[in-house]
């Protein structure tokens, strides 16, 4: 069975202070991973697909990196604006449907 | 803008009534799904279709019914069967196999 775990489940930054989140995951085969971004009461944002190890992407204070095993969302100097629950999913090979989603990270910046 | 429109945003219901959540999407994508959010849990799936006129249970469809009869929408009936029906639910499309999930922005279902 696909499993997917996020840690921390909850992180408190200093505007400024870098930092990551991890996501851990197990299965048969990696089709990708995917990064999103949720605001309370809203649905989740898309931020990254990344396909294989050793696949780096970026956007503004956002890199997703990816290993065999795990893969990590680098924050460089937060800003208030980037606090949200930050979510990791995972595709198995062989699956042309199914998503496995960790509980998240909730990430809060302080001004 | 192309999107994913879920409605209502909030929706309350006695208990013992079945209620209907409405997802439309306008990005021409063939596959669409049913997430359900509760707190401390990740998004779990009810439903998804591939297609129109074909869809497929997921991990938690008890207590739940979907119709795909046009490719734009994904209507999903919470029956009364449904033991715990609280929660967010989250409607969401892609376009192949291997793309990201667009989602819409939830309906809020609260039975008392």
């Known amino acids: 069975e696909d499993q997917v775990t996020q840690s921390p489940e909850a992180l408190r930054l200093q505007e400024g202070e870098s930092s990551s989140l991890n996501c851990s995951y197990t299965?048969?085969?990696?089709?990708?991973l995917f990064w999103y971004r949720q605001d309370p009461g809203k649905g989740p944002e898309f931020l990254f697909t990344?396909?294989?190890a050793g696949e780096e992407k970026e956007k503004e204070r956002l890199k997703a990196t990816l290993t065999k095993k795990e893969s990590f969302l680098h924050i460089t100097a937060p800003k208030p604006e980037d606090s949200a629950t930050y979510l990791c999913?995972?595709?198995?090979?062989?699956?042309?449907?199914?998503?496995?989603f960790g509980k998240g990270t909730l990430l809060t910046v302080n001004p | 803008d192309g999107g994913i429109t879920q409605s209502p945003k909030y929706l309350f219901r006695k208990e013992g009534q079945n209620v209907t959540l409405s997802c439309e999407q306008n990005?021409?994508?063939?596959?669409m799904y049913w997430y359900r959010q509760d707190p401390g849990q990740g998004l779990r799936l009810i439903y998804y279709?591939?297609?129109?006129?074909?869809?497929q249970k997921g991990d938690i469809a008890e207590g739940y019914s979907v119709s795909r009869e046009k490719k734009e929408s994904f209507p999903l009936t919470v029956t009364s069967a449904q033991k715990n029906p609280t929660a967010f639910y989250l409607c969401?499309?892609?376009?192949?196999?291997?793309?990201?999930?667009?989602f819409g922005n939830g309906t809020r279902l609260t039975v008392t």
């Open positions: 990344l396909y294989s």
């Open positions: 279709s591939q297609i129109v006129n074909d869809f």
């Open positions: 999913a995972v595709q198995a090979t062989g699956s042309n449907y199914k998503l496995t």
């Open positions: 969401a499309s892609r376009d192949r196999v291997d793309s990201p999930l667009h």
């Open positions: 990005l021409n994508h063939d596959a």
């Open positions: 299965v048969s085969g990696l089709r990708g």
